[in-house]
């Protein structure tokens, strides 16, 4: 569970519309049992998850890439007003408030089904 409380690198998987993977690094944050995300309006990923929001979120240890964390479950979205989701990222990752104030975003909500956390040194 501490990889969830750290600012660790992520991959966001999400299904596109012929049904084939699409993967990017992504901010993440664990706020009440589920994994924040934040997303530019403009961006595929978006769509891709209104039209299917199956998802599925691997977060590495920033110190040990063989140790990683896989968490699976659905995605809901609702506006981010005042851009004060991706700002709660940006402070997580960049230590500030995000630099991009002239595009609307998306809040992310995944929403944990299924967890699996591996660890190659054998310490799950």
């Known amino acids: ?43 595929k990923r978006l769509r891709y ?14 110190e040990n890439w063989l140790r990683q964390l896989t968490v699976r479950g659905p995605i809901s979205l609702e506006p981010d007003e005042g851009l ?3 700002d709660r990222l940006a402070h997580r990752y960049m230590g500030r408030e995000y ?3 002239d595009r ?3 809040t992310a909500w995944l929403q944990p089904e299924h967890w699996f956390l591996w660890d190659a040194r054998g310490r799950v």
């Open 1 to 43: 569970m501490e990889l969830m409380l750290a600012a660790n690198p992520a991959v966001l998987a999400t299904v596109r519309d012929d049904g084939s993977p699409h993967t990017v690094a992504v901010w993440f944050d664990w706020v009440e049992d589920r994994v924040l995300l934040n997303m530019d309006v403009n961006r």
């Open 99 to 101: 630099p991009v104030r």
């Open 104 to 106: 609307p975003r998306v």
């Open 49 to 62: 998850v209104e039209a299917n929001p199956a998802a599925s979120i691997t977060i590495l240890d920033g």
């Open 84 to 86: 004060v989701t991706v």
